[in-house]
């Protein structure tokens, strides 16, 4: 279908000469954008070691790590919410 669709486009002077004018010459190129980049980071994955900051030992607590996580998903969850209801009072649609 693709190859009737360019005859029809080059028969009608529509494509340039430049174009490719065969399927295989448009799959046959490489994709620029799925290419990996270089990494110059070195993470040691050994146990205890695989989140970018500590929470065990002596200076940092388990129920302070804890708290934190449980106020970053509470304002996460409850934003949008309280945007809307912000926004439907502003409005007049909230009583």
């Known amino acids: 279908m693709l190859t009737r669709n360019i005859g029809r486009l080059q ?13 295989n010459q448009i799959v046959a190129r490489p994709n620029r954008l799925h290419q990996q980049q270089t990494k110059s980071i070195h993470v040691e994955n050994s146990v205890g ?4 900051f ?3 030992g002596p200076e940092t607590s388990k129920v302070g790590v804890a ?14 919410f309280a ?6 009072k502003k409005s007049g649609a909230w009583p």
């Open 11 to 23: 028969s009608a002077g529509l494509m340039n000469k430049q174009a490719p004018r065969h399927l």
């Open 49 to 52: 070691n695989t989140l970018p």
């Open 54 to 56: 500590k929470f065990r």
């Open 67 to 80: 708290m934190k996580v449980a106020s970053f998903f509470f304002v996460g969850f409850f934003t949008p």
């Open 83 to 88: 945007i809307a209801r912000y926004q439907m």
